[in-house]
């Protein structure tokens, strides 16, 4: 990996400052606290939704299997985030490494892309329920479900080897100042001693492919979705397929909606106001809004967790009675 070099300073440089939300030291403990909450929030509303279909054996379907494994992304992409940027809001230097940058930035992109294919197999998933509901089971096996899972895993982790190597071999010029809370190719890039303009069209179409031929496979699949509720006869029906789907078309809008603002187009469009919001709402907000939708309107998945949290419940009133 190439280290910085600054015309006025020969010594090497071996990070990168992350401004995050530049403030009075008020604010940054403000802030702190606010997205520590909303951390812990995250991770206790994910982590109850793999309890929730771990216990319960009515859940034990490939539709709360892809659920449970969503949820557990979820975790994992907040968590490679947040972490760093609530230590930053205390720090007085904000330095991240330049090792930790570049990990940041794998995992971080990484996630996103698995996150996106989880999201297509959703899809799939419900599209094969519902079209093909008497060859579903044989279709959509344990088996099937399982290799499923582990293929979106593995091809989230491949798909930004490229970007990332790429950017680390780059030459990095002058102020080491990212004006951002988290390592992004786009300002990442603004700080290489060339501009490469062939290299940022590279990058942003890596971003791009996934993003919009997934959600194309989306939209196709809730097309055929859509055609066959239709046919259904009774009302009961369409509502009861329309309730199955309508939690993951929700979480689908909030994620494509933010992320193809940012990365729908070349990333020096941006600025760095607006990069921090969009990044803001897709990497944690939305995952701690997704336990509540998939909660809110799934009777079995509501059930689920009124058990698990009435178990907790008991098991913590026994400890404080013993």
Not at 70 to 87: G, H, K, Q, R, W
Not at 90 to 97: E, F, P, R, Y
Not at 126 to 147: E, F, G, K, Q
Not at 229 to 248: M, Q
């Amino acid at each position: 990996m190439k280290s910085f070099h600054t015309p006025s300073n020969s010594s090497t440089i071996t990070g990168f400052v992350l401004l995050g939300f530049p403030c009075p030291r008020e604010g940054q403990i403000l802030l702190f606290v606010l997205f520590t909450a909303v951390y812990l929030l995250t991770l206790m509303g994910n982590a109850s939704i793999i309890c929730a279909v771990r216990s319960d054996q009515r859940l034990h379907t490939p539709m709360y299997i892809l659920l449970a494994n969503f949820s557990f992304l979820e975790i994992c992409y907040v968590t490679s985030t947040v972490p760093n940027m609530l230590a930053n809001f205390l720090s007085d230097t904000k330095v991240i490494s330049f090792s930790g940058c570049f990990l940041q930035f794998y995992f971080f992109f990484s996630l996103g892309s698995t996150e996106c294919l989880f999201l297509a197999v959703m899809a799939f998933d419900r599209c094969l329920a519902i079209c093909r509901p008497l060859r579903y089971p044989s279709i959509m096996s344990r088996h099937c479900c399982t290799n499923l899972v582990l293929g979106c895993w593995v091809l989230g982790f491949l798909w930004f080897l490229i970007p990332i190597i790429i950017i680390s071999r780059m030459s990095f010029c002058g102020l080491r100042i990212i004006d951002h809370f988290l390592c992004d190719p786009g300002p990442l890039l603004a700080l290489t001693c060339r501009k490469a303009a062939v290299i940022e069209l590279l990058i942003s179409t890596l971003n791009a492919l996934p993003l919009f031929f997934l959600l194309l496979f989306i939209m196709g699949s809730y097309a055929l979705i859509l055609k066959a509720v239709l046919k259904v006869p009774s009302a009961a029906g369409k509502r009861k397929a329309f309730n199955t789907c309508g939690s993951h078309l929700a979480v689908v809008s909030l994620f494509y909606g933010s992320v193809l603002v940012m990365y729908g187009s070349p990333t020096s469009e941006h600025e760095a106001g607006m990069q921090k919001v969009v990044t803001l709402f897709y990497s944690v907000l939305t995952p701690l809004l997704n336990p509540v939708i998939y909660s809110l309107r799934n009777k079995d998945m509501k059930k689920a967790l009124q058990k698990f949290w009435g178990t907790i419940k008991a098991l913590i009133k026994n400890a404080l009675d013993n």
